[in-house]
């Protein structure tokens, strides 16, 4: 039976037995769960159904959910059976069946589907536990007995084994897991499920919920309540399943994984169990190019942070151990084609989104091989150190210098330290804390859990959430449903930082035209009048499941069951409308011009200007945002219509509509069509202009970095474009009258001056006025400029006779070099001196002069330091001196590329 028909007969069982059926999540987390970087198990995405926040589609639901989990990735590779990437089928039951019909669901599908031997299938239950006041789970003993399963095959089991629970307070319960018996060639009589053993397999979980743990009086210990309804969430891996059906002693040997085993074998002339060495290693660039494929066509793309870091980690370890097959380079784009082939009829994103795969597989795969081959080189320096000085153990600070100046991985240094029998001596996540707290100190930030702590979780009253009309109307007449006293830190706010005022509250109406924040637009102000008072509304905050309004009372008293009239600020509310379509407009043009790999990786939408954050791996040239631009007011200029439409997810898809990163969506959506849906359809809640014409205007502010591999757009719209428009002329026509020319002329006044004063340099140069910075060709050095990651790297020697003159020097070539690393040195009096001057900017992508100067240093015998944004070194052997320049330059680019 093929993985195909196992995930197909699974969900029609279960679909034939009235639960319906719905498609996988992404493998990123809804935007409202902080709880996990990745989607680990496949309940994960239904949390809000089984906490009660959310009502289910359906009491019955079956998926096949797209799982990733990190806890394992050390032994990918060396087990027959652990992955990184791999799919979950499910069956989940909220308050409608419980223990006796999941049992007999697992039971029948087991036997009467997938035909395995009743006598093969043995069972564990919960065995009790005294701290929580539980016997044994009688009742799944008596279900399992009914069924046939003789009492011998019935294994209770501790609470560490067969007890879920989400964290120390919430839903939990027991659970009850079907194990397969492979005989006695895997083991011994004595072995039982639940034991660490390979003669039973585990291959299906049944959980069931129902008890909610509280914490006890005093705070002391939890204690067990019944939940108000009992529900049931399965999980059964379908890889391991492909195994047990498909006879095979390994996961890898299955009909998913054999195809990348087969490509691996063809790419590096070697076999599939010739040694341990070349089985680990196609193991795990099995494993790692499934799991970094359907990330990346779930849109996360490799960084330094969160889950792109996770994503890095996992293309870095598939890259070195490509290298280490000798594997020509391009081997993952090869592989994420085959990964295409073999799921792509399962998954559809992952042809859909082949372009992005293949471009950021190859940015990193070409951009971390000269990381790979520079740390290589120094890890074996340190291991050799290691061995001539009888140590066991390398210093965790040389580890970290690996990290943090030449980017190479903490995790790739442990495993191949570990493979020469060497440990780590020292607090690695220590010294990572140490550069954090650097990092955020002077930041003044607050983070969204402390805002959303103070706001509060519980809902304002008991009555129906209120309806938003803001669709249609940005005045509202409604009632004062509910209303209390701020929470503490927001009327300290409004009391100027002096203690609670009595002034400020929050306000449930009964239907309120006030958007909340979300998708990137900002929250909506304005007031609520009533007879005799006015309130000025500050914000709108998602309290429990209603909508509140946080105001200030101006003028008299407001109370429950108020009459009042909502009124949204128009002028705000028109600016961030025009702000938010150009911002899809924005979308459809990078995806036009720069191509399909772009997505919206954050925003901020407000009446203010716009912000757009997406996935790319260099900045834009002037031409590319030119063209943007253009493209933009072009769209803007044929008045098109912008038409918000509810229509089911599947449709939507359909449709090509483009969903936001990391969001959750329903059954049924709203998309936003622009133009007749020819460029631009997204999925959003947004409020819009009616046509693009009331956009008026749009003009790009600017285009910087926000983090590896995520560029930032910064534009505005409307009369602030044209203001700032108008101001540019204003400062073109001062440069003019200073000049005695026209506007027009200016340009050329400008460069006829530079010119100049370029010809009286020189002239004064050339005139003898004695040694020192004036010697420096400035325009020739400027021109010695490359790129590298999207940045100015400028790194060479220069002919000055002292430090202080290389010093005046890279003062002089800031100026002309902005966004810029750059490494100077110089050899004089026997000895040489470098400087390095590197961009704030650039400093927050990882460079640091200090990292800079201190590699180069380290080539020419000497040593030195700074700040991150300028250092001085020296050294003793001026013959290595372009040597030194060179391994600098490596460490400015090995960040970039970072």
Known sequence: MTSDEIRERYLRFFEERGHRRIPSASLVPSAHDPSALLTVAGMHPLKPFFLGQEA??????????????????????????????????????FGDYFKREAIEFAWDLSREVFGLAESDIWVTVFAGDEELGLGPDQEAIDHWLAMGVPRERIVPCPRSENFWQAGPTGPCGPSSELYLDRGLEFGTPEDLPGGENERFLEYWNLVFMQFDQRPGANGEGTVLAPLPASNIDTGLGLNRMAAILQGKRSVFETDQFLPLIELGEELSKRRYGEDFATDRALRILADH???????????????????????????????????????????????????????????????????????WLSAEEEGFGRTLSQGMYMLRELIDQARSSERSAVPVDEVFRLHDTYGFPYEMTSELLAEEQLSIEGDFEEL????????????????????????????????????????????????????????????????????AGPQRREVKLAETPFYLAGGGQIADRGTI??????????????????????????????????????????????????????????QAALRERVGGHVRQAGSYVGPDKLRFDFSHGHALSAEELRDVEDRVNEWIARNDRVRPITTTLDEAKRLGAMALFGEKYGDVVRMVEIGEGEYSRELCGGTHVRSTAEIGAFHILSETSSSANVRRIEALTGPAAVELLREHDRLLSDVAATLRTRPQEAPDAVRALLQERRRLEKALKDGGAGQGDGQVDLDALAGEAHEAGGAKVLATVVEVPDAKALLDVLDRIKGRLQQAAILLGTAADGRVHLVASVAPELVERGVKAGAVVKAAAEVVGGGGGGRDTMAQAGGRDPGKLTEAIDAGRQVIESALDG
């Open 432 to 499: 990572m804390e140490e550069q954090r707290a650097r990092s955020r100190s002077g930041s003044g930030t607050v983070s969204t859990a402390a805002i959303s702590a103070a706001v509060g979780g519980e809902s304002i009253d008991d009555s129906a959430p209120n309806r938003f009309t803001g669709y249609e109307t940005e005045v509202q007449p409604t009632t004062v449903v509910a209303e209390r006293p701020a929470s503490e830190r927001r009327a300290v706010e409004a009391n100027g930082g002096n203690g």
């Open 56 to 93: 289910p589609p359906a009491p019955r639901l079956t998926s096949c959910q797209k799982v990733f989990r990190t806890v394992d990735i050390d032994n990918v590779g060396n087990t027959a059976r652990h992955l990184t990437f791999f799919e979950m089928l499910g069956n989940f039951s």
């Open 289 to 359: 190019s499934r799991a970094m494929t359907f990330l990346l066509a779930d849109g996360v793309v490799p960084s330094n942070e969160d889950r792109g870091y996770v994503l890095r980690r996992v293309m870095r370890r598939a890259i070195q151990q490509g290298l280490s097959l000798e594997l020509d380079q391009g081997f993952l784009t090869r592989y994420a084609e085959r990964v295409r082939e073999v799921m792509g009829g399962a998954y559809p994103e992952l042809r859909e989104q082949a372009e992005a795969i293949d471009m």
């Open 529 to 586: 009048e009533w007879d005799h008072g006015r309130a000025r509304v500050e914000d709108v905050l998602r309290v429990g499941q209603d909508q509140v309004l946080d105001v200030v009372v101006e003028e008299g008293t407001l109370g429950k069951g108020e009459q009042v009239l909502a009124r949204v600020d128009h002028l705000a509310r028109a600016a961030t409308e025009r702000n938010h379509t150009a911002t899809h407009l924005l």
